[in-house]
Each structure stands twice: as structure tokens, then as C-alpha cells.
């Protein structure tokens, strides 16, 4: 049985085609610059799965491409091609997943897409004016070309869902979430979901009861979660994914009374705050080179102090958060690295691990540099466990996906 995994974005369409007996990709890619005369397809097809292409096949095609309607319309050209095809129509298609950003406070699990659910995703526009819209673009296209094709909404925010109010209510007027639903809701939901519960099966503890675990997804965006008794308690980012650690180009927490203030000296609008705060921040903003991780280690190493600068920074705030989630569980059991960052920098994870022995972390050095893939970077005397564990959001919509549909009836959605 196969799911068709979808990560729609404003002007991108990224999928996979996923085997549910084997919970592998069987084809993948991805279309860019929708809306663009120069639209660019990418479509990759795994080695093993054609006969004919037994090491896997690619191609990259760039063409207009009007709307999501007309990129998914590509999308399912190219999983039926007739010689490069994965499947022979669309009806060997049992399903499909999509990632939503944000489920506001009432869609805090995964749910069969109805009338209802739409609606309620329209209501969190405001929330996540970004991500949501181009979200539900792609489920509007996909209903339209795969009619009758069960759909099914995975929320970015679901897993924080267990947040207790203490974690995130803010202490503003108590007015003001109940009239705006200004409050935390967290993100990276379905990797801090994925990586916690691959941990639970690396430790043979798949419940993770009575664990108190910190994990990491540094990527672009950039976010660490407590996940007491398998459950997430707290989580860095909050009402936006601004909140938190340093990332990329964003500046994660500043204090609030510093806006206001750089508003007035600089003239900004709330549209150029939010820009400054998002795009021009972060990494990119102290080392004033680049948001990205790789080339900041880069220009540290040859000797660019306000590059060393960015990197202790992110390590430290980082470290904070990692520290004060053990203070939130009452002790720590293991800390799992994932994302582009975390699965990559030997040197972000070694600061951090070696930062950290207070708590029980012993580093390993050479699993930590020298290792790859799944696996853990402490020694084996180390009371708390350090791991690096690459993430699978897919996976894990494809794998709800399955589950709700084959739930008998749409779940209603909570509090209704
Ligand atoms: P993601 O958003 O998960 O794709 O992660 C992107 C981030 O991972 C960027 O900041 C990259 O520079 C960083 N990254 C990817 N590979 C490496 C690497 N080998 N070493 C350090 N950072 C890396």
C-alpha cells in the first residue's frame, strides 16, 4: 500500500511516495517557483524500485507551472509515467499526507481531511500566515485531482499538544490569549515526535515512561523539546517559530522591551520588525557571512571571530535550554541531536555534550566525530546518553496517514 506524503509551501511542493510494507521512499522530489514561468521539477525514483533503472533514476525539467493544482498535476504525471512511472495509475494511491504548520488548539492530532477540518485550518490563517494557506492550497489541488483519495491533515503543533499551561500560557493579560490565542504552541512537532520515539526503540524503552529526554532539531529553524514520559512538556519555539535558539536568520528570544525601543530608533514598521527579526538575524545577523551552519564553521576555522562569535552563541543559548529543561523534568536521561545541524557538526555536538558533563554526559569522541548515521555519541559509562538520530517527518505523516484512514469513522475534531 502506498501514501503519498506532501509538504506544500507558498511557491514549493515537496512529496515523497512512500511503501508502507517497507516504509521506504519509492520516489521523491520535489516542484520549485510555482507560479513561475521557470518553475523547476525535480523527480527522483529510489534504485530497486524500476526493473529497467535498477540504480534509481532522475530527471530535472524546468517549464511554466501556474498553481499548485497544475504542480501536483506534475507531481502525479510523473509517479504514473509510463516508463518511469512507480505506479500504474493514481488509484494505487491508498492515501495521502500532508504537513499543516499550525492546528491552532483544537486540531491536536492527526485528522481525516472533511469540510470541518478545512474550515478550521482557514481559522488559523492569522496564526501561521505564512505556512497555512500554501498548506491548504495543496490539499484543495490534491482533492481536486485525486477525488475519492482519503487526505489527511499532520499538524506541526500536534505533538506539543501536551504542554502543560504552565509552559505555555504567556504572563500577559490572561485577556489576551483567551481573545487572540496569543500563547506557546511549539513546533518541528513530527521530528520531535519521530526522534523521541526512535529513541524509545534504540533503548528498548519504546514507551519512554519514567525517561526524561531532550531533543534537538537544528536545522534552518531551530527548536529543542523536553519530552517527559514520552510526552512533550515544553518546547523553544512558542507562538512563532521565532521564539527560542538562535537559527539561521532568526534571532530566537530577545527581550520584548527591546522592540519597541528599535522600533522608534529605526523607524520600523511591525512588517519590517518581523522581517528584521526573521531574515536578517540570527547567525547571519551577528556573524554578518551567512545563516548557514556549515559556512559559519567554515570562516571560524580560518580565523573570523564574529564567525566564533555565532557559533558560541548558538552552542550556549542552546546549552541554556538543554539545561533548563532538565531543571522543567527534574533530570535528564538522554539528549538526541537531529536536523541538518545536529546530525552533521561534530563540533556543536561535542561543545555541547562536553558543556554538559555536570548533568552525566561523557562523551565519545570518536562515535561523535568518526560515526555516521543513527547512533550514540556517549560512552558507555556515561549516566545520561547523547544521540544523534536523523529525523523523518515523512515517515512519520506517511505512517499517521495509514492509521486515520483506516480509523473507521473522520475523527471529530477536539472540543466540538
Ligand atoms: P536543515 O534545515 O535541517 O536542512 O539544516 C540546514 C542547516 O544544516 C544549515 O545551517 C547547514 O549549514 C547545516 N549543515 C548541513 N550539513 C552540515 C555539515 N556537514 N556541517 C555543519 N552544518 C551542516
Known amino acids: 500500500m502506498k501514501v503519498l506524503v506532501i509538504n506544500s509551501g507558498s511557491s514549493t511542493i515537496k512529496y515523497q511516495l512512500i511503501e508502507m510494507d517497507t516504509e521506504?521512499?519509492?520516489?521523491?522530489?520535489?516542484?520549485?517557483?510555482?507560479?513561475?514561468?521557470?518553475?523547476?521539477?525535480?523527480?527522483?525514483?529510489?534504485?530497486?524500485?524500476?526493473?529497467?533503472?535498477?540504480?534509481?533514476?532522475?530527471?530535472?525539467?524546468?517549464?511554466?507551472?501556474?498553481?499548485?493544482?497544475?504542480?501536483?498535476?506534475?507531481v502525479l504525471a510523473a509517479l504514473t509515467h509510463r516508463e518511469i512511472g512507480v505506479v500504474r495509475d493514481a488509484t494505487e494511491i491508498a492515501a495521502v499526507g500532508h504537513r499543516v504548520?499550525?492546528?491552532?488548539?483544537?486540531?491536536?492530532?492527526?485528522?481525516?481531511v472533511t469540510e470541518e477540518v478545512k474550515r478550521e485550518i482557514r481559522a488559523t490563517f492569522d496564526l501561521a500566515p505564512l505556512h497555512n494557506p500554501a498548506n491548504l492550497l495543496g490539499i484543495e489541488a490534491t482533492e481536486s485531482l485525486?477525488?475519492?483519495?482519503?487526505?489527511?491533515?499532520?499538524?506541526?503543533?500536534?505533538?506539543?499538544?501536551?504542554?502543560?499551561?504552565?509552559?505555555?500560557?504567556?504572563?500577559?493579560?490572561?485577556?489576551?490569549?483567551?481573545?487572540?490565542?496569543?500563547?506557546?504552541?511549539?513546533?518541528h512537532g513530527t521530528s520531535h515526535r519521530y526522534v523521541s520515539r526512535r529513541l524509545g526503540e534504540l533503548l528498548g524503552r519504546p514507551s519512554l515512561e519514567g525517561l526524561n529526554v531532550v531533543t534537538c532539531h537544528l536545522g534552518n529553524g531551530a527548536s529543542v523539546c523536553a519530552v517527559k514520559d514520552g510526552r512533550s512538556v515544553d518546547t523553544s519555539m512558542g507562538f512563532t517559530p521565532l521564539e527560542g535558539l538562535i537559527m539561521g536568520t532568526r534571532s530566537g528570544d530577545v527581550d520584548p522591551g527591546a522592540?519597541?525601543?528599535?522600533?522608534?530608533?529605526?523607524?520600523?514598521?511591525?512588517?519590517?520588525?518581523?522581517?528584521?527579526?526573521?531574515?536578517?538575524?540570527?547567525?547571519?545577523?551577528?556573524?554578518?557571512?551567512?545563516g548557514d551552519f556549515r559556512e559559519i564553521e567554515e570562516e571560524m576555522e580560518r580565523g573570523d571571530s564574529r564567525a566564533r562569535e555565532a557559533f558560541e552563541m548558538f552552542e550556549y543559548r542552546l546549552r541554556k535550554y538543554i539545561g533548563g529543561y532538565a531543571a522543567a523534568m527534574g533530570g535528564l536521561d538522554a539528549i538526541v541531536f537531529t536536523g541538518g545541524i545536529g546530525e552533521n557538526s561534530w563540533r556543536l555536538r561535542g561543545a555541547i555534550v562536553r558543556n554538559l558533563a555536570f548533568l552525566g554526559l561523557?562523551?565519545?569522541?570518536?562515535?561523535?566525530?568518526?560515526?555516521?548515521?543513527?547512533?550514540?555519541?556517549?560512552?558507555?559509562?556515561?549516566?545520561a546518553s547523547a544521540w544523534v538520530i536523523p529525523t523523518n517527518e515523512e515517515l512519520v505523516i506517511a505512517r499517521d496517514t495509514l492509521a486515520t484512514v483506516q480509523e473507521a469513522e473522520p475523527a471529530a475534531i477536539p472540543g466540538r
Open 24 to 74: 521506504q521512499a519509492v520516489a521523491a522530489g520535489r516542484v520549485e517557483r510555482i507560479g513561475y514561468d521557470d518553475a523547476q521539477h525535480q523527480h527522483l525514483v529510489a534504485p530497486g524500485v524500476l526493473p529497467h533503472k535498477p540504480d534509481g533514476y532522475e530527471f530535472r525539467e524546468v517549464a511554466p507551472v501556474l498553481d499548485h493544482t497544475a504542480a501536483i498535476r506534475r
Open 101 to 112: 504548520v499550525h492546528g491552532g488548539e483544537k486540531l491536536t492530532r492527526s485528522v481525516r
Open 146 to 187: 485525486l477525488p475519492g483519495v482519503p487526505q489527511v491533515a499532520v499538524f506541526d503543533t500536534a505533538f506539543h499538544a501536551t504542554m502543560p499551561r504552565v509552559a505555555y500560557l504567556y504572563a500577559l493579560p490572561y485577556v489576551i490569549y483567551k481573545r487572540h490565542r496569543v500563547r506557546r504552541y511549539g513546533f
Open 259 to 290: 522592540l519597541p525601543y528599535i522600533m522608534a530608533r529605526e523607524e520600523l514598521t511591525p512588517a519590517e520588525l518581523n522581517s528584521m527579526l526573521n531574515k536578517h538575524s540570527g547567525l547571519l545577523g551577528i556573524s554578518g557571512i551567512s
Open 362 to 383: 561523557e562523551l565519545d569522541e570518536d562515535a561523535n566525530v568518526a560515526g555516521r548515521g543513527e547512533r550514540r555519541i556517549t560512552t558507555e559509562g556515561s549516566r
